[in-house]
């Protein structure tokens, strides 16, 4: 069963660690020592979390002389922000409709007395 892109880089941005490890190779290529030094699991736990970032497109791996370095590619979550955007125009309609309402509310306040009756 064929899996598209967008459902890979989500599944591999659900775990924490990855996440993290993302963060991580923003700053630069790294090594997996380097990698997992930060966190309470072996050096294979943080491969094989690698290797999902790997597969999803997010990570890439080379050698440079005895050392298997990560690197970042950021690609990926081009797709992923454009595919939440959609969300975000959503969001701002549903505050501005809610900032209209409560201007509503706040101006029929203002044209009652205190105790609620029309002026």
Do not use: C
Not at 96 to 113: F, I
């Amino acid at each position: 069963m064929a899996t598209d892109r967008l459902s890979l880089v989500f599944g591999a941005l659900a775990d924490p660690t990855r996440r993290a490890i993302l963060v991580r190779l923003a700053d630069g290529e790294a090594t997996v020592a380097e990698l997992a030094a930060p966190f309470s699991v072996s050096q294979p736990a943080i491969s094989r979390h690698l290797k999902v970032l790997e597969n999803a497109g997010l990570v890439s791996r080379t050698r440079r002389a005895t050392a298997r370095l990560s690197r970042l590619e950021a690609e990926p979550l081009r797709d992923v922000t454009t595919w939440l955007a959609r969300y975000q125009q959503f969001w701002d309609q549903s505050y501005e409709r809610l900032d209209d309402l409560l201007g509503a509310l706040r101006a029929s306040q203002e044209n009652n007395d205190p105790e609620g009756k029309p002026q």
